[in-house]
């Protein structure tokens, strides 16, 4: 399946709090934008070897424009510092997407846990919930008040959204969220990840679905060399130990699409024929990596000898 890409321009750019700044995106011609879930995200191309990530956190229905949301990382790998200093009003931008593995599924509960610009992926899922008439609450942390961004936005939710910076209330009060959980509410959370690894530990299983900004620590085997076979064109390749399948399907001349070669934002996601994966990814949910149908190429290997891709 094709991926939408182009260049969008940068028609409004301004600040959503302290180090967040919130970019609105339109075609130059006006062409109507693909449509999108909550919980999309969009590859956003700022120059050679620096690609990132971005959450959809504007209105759905709105085919003329996607908003995303940028947080300042000062120790981040570059494409934070890239936006906020180099980025402007009326700029263009390359884009790839939309794509959406953290999908919001159809219940009549719903809590909602975000950390910090964790926010972004929740905001048109807390619309969606409240459309279709869900019991829902949002509990929100960050480290200060400014720090957090569209607060503002959120306010026309009244007390079914809790603001809780870190600096007036302490950390997150978990157990407000999961003591006394009704039956069959699904969880949703986004932000740093000792928060959701604490989310983990918490909720029943079945329930959680989460979005992870950076990789999470993974019990994984060897990294013995395995055959993989490209089933488009016949190859078989061999995979080195210490090294991924995506670099060596790349090094024997095989364009796949990639990003942050870290297991995180899904864009290598390939399709799996024969083989077990070793799914060293935090996108896949236990369901999905014990179906063993797809598996992220960047990080993930063999369980075995040989594996047979989509390729």
Not at 76 to 91: L, N, P, T
Not at 179 to 204: F, K, S
Not at 285 to 295: C, V, W
Request: aromatic share 6%; with cysteine.
């Amino acid at each position: 399946m094709s991926v939408y890409e182009a260049e969008l321009v940068v028609d409004r750019m301004q600040s959503a709090a302290d180090g967040v700044l919130s970019l609105t995106l339109r075609h130059p011609l006006g062409e109507r934008l693909p449509a999108w879930e909550p919980g999309a995200h969009i590859d956003v191309v700022l120059g050679p070897d620096l690609e990132r990530q971005y959450s959809l956190c504007g209105d759905p229905a709105d085919r003329a424009a996607w908003r995303i949301a940028v947080l300042r990382e000062p120790d981040g790998r570059g494409g934070s510092a890239y936006v906020h200093e180099q980025v402007r009003q009326g700029a263009k931008v390359r884009v790839r997407g939309p794509r959406n593995h953290f999908r919001l599924e159809p219940s009549a509960r719903y809590r909602f846990v975000a950390g910090g610009i964790g926010i972004t992926p929740l905001l048109p899922m807390l619309a969606a919930a409240e459309a279709a008439g869900a019991e829902w609450t949002l509990l929100y942390g960050g480290r200060t008040r400014d720090s957090m961004a569209f607060t503002e936005e959120l306010g026309r939710y009244g007390d079914r959204v809790t603001i809780a910076p870190q600096d007036e209330t302490g950390l997150l009060d978990l157990g407000s969220v999961f003591d006394g959980l009704p039956e069959g509410t699904l969880v949703y959370c986004c932000g740093p990840g000792p928060l959701l690894d604490a989310v983990e530990q918490r909720c029943p299983a079945g329930l959680l679905h989460v979005e992870r900004f950076t990789p999470k620590a993974q019990q994984t085997g060897d990294d013995t060399e395995f055959e993989v076979v490209l089933a488009q064109s016949g190859h078989t390749l061999t995979v080195p130990a210490g090294t991924s399948v995506l670099d060596t399907v790349r090094g024997a001349g095989v364009e796949v699409l990639y990003s942050c070669t870290e297991g995180t934002c899904g864009t290598c996601e390939t399709e799996v024929l024969e083989g077990t994966p070793d799914h060293r990814d935090s996108v896949l949910t236990d369901e999905e990596r014990a179906a063993g149908e797809t598996m992220m190429i960047c990080v993930s290997r063999c369980r075995g000898k040989r594996l047979v891709l989509d390729l």
